[in-house]
């Protein structure tokens, strides 16, 4: 009884000594590296505000130019070209199939969800959904009109030229004097200016299929528009009777 008290006492005068070597070796914080800790951090914190002020949640569509394993180049609705990317976090989605970024091709339309990087204008996408198309936009000029295909050409500022087929599911507006009044094919001149909403032609890419047209007869095409002859038609040239000459057509 005696040795195991004796061995209780040694092992409890032990503990105390371990306790004051660690407490004497436990090295007391002093006022300077605790400003230094709290300046560390208080640049952490400054540098995380400014990171998150360069990002913002956004929402793009636009068609596929190119794609690659971790990036997707695409055009929006204005023609400018946007770059995502992609990382393991991304999430694909279709409605009638397994879809990842293998699946991405060429001229598909898509969908983007992400974080927008103000500097880099890059968008780190983390849901990309696969969308059957997206209506296309245009406004310019009606350069000239085909009444026996029911089509019209619009010419754009860039001077490129769009063939828009008009069918009986388009709906035409002309706004005039701030009034919307239903309008119609008959209706529609040369020179006019015009806005058109449609889908490209499948069977034809180089055609639009209006949905809704908007026309603007009293507002006059933009001067960056050149319509050609339809704005400035030939003059037959005089005689000097008083009479033009006309070319003789069949």
């Not at 061995?7 to 306790?19: A, C, H, M, S």
């Not at 060429?106 to 209506?135: C, F, H, W």
């Not at 006019?192 to 009293?218: C, E, H, S, W, Y």
């Amino acid at each position: 009884m005696k040795k195991i008290f004796k061995l209780f006492i040694v092992l409890l005068i032990l503990t105390f000594i371990k306790f004051d070597v660690f407490a004497a070796t436990t090295p007391t914080p002093t006022p300077v590296n605790i400003q230094n800790q709290i300046d560390e951090l208080k640049n952490k914190i400054a540098s995380k505000v400014a990171e998150l002020k360069l990002v913002e949640k956004r929402g793009i569509m636009g068609t596929v130019t190119n794609s690659s394993d971790t990036q997707i180049t695409l055009s929006d609705s204005k023609g400018d070209t946007r770059f995502v990317d992609v990382d393991e976090l991304t999430k694909f989605y279709s409605s009638d199939k397994s879809f990842g970024i293998s699946d991405i091709k060429k001229n598909m339309t898509i969908g983007v969800l992400g974080l927008y990087n103000k500097q880099s204008r890059r968008i780190l996408a983390r849901e990309v959904n696969d969308i059957p198309a997206m209506p296309k936009i245009i406004y310019g000029g009606i350069g000239s009109i085909d009444k026996q295909n029911f089509e019209i050409t619009v010419v754009k500022e860039n001077e490129a030229k769009v063939i828009v087929k008009v069918e009986e599911i388009t709906k035409t507006y002309s706004y005039s004097s701030e009034t919307l009044e239903k309008s119609g094919f008959s209706k529609m001149q040369e020179t006019q200016t015009i806005m058109v909403i449609g889908f490209t032609d499948k069977q034809d890419p180089n055609k639009l299929l209006a949905t809704r047209i908007l026309i603007f007869p009293q507002i006059d095409i933009a001067s960056r528009i050149n319509l050609g002859s339809a704005i400035n038609p030939t003059i037959p040239p005089s005689t000097g009777s008083g009479k033009k000459l006309y070319p003789i057509t069949k």
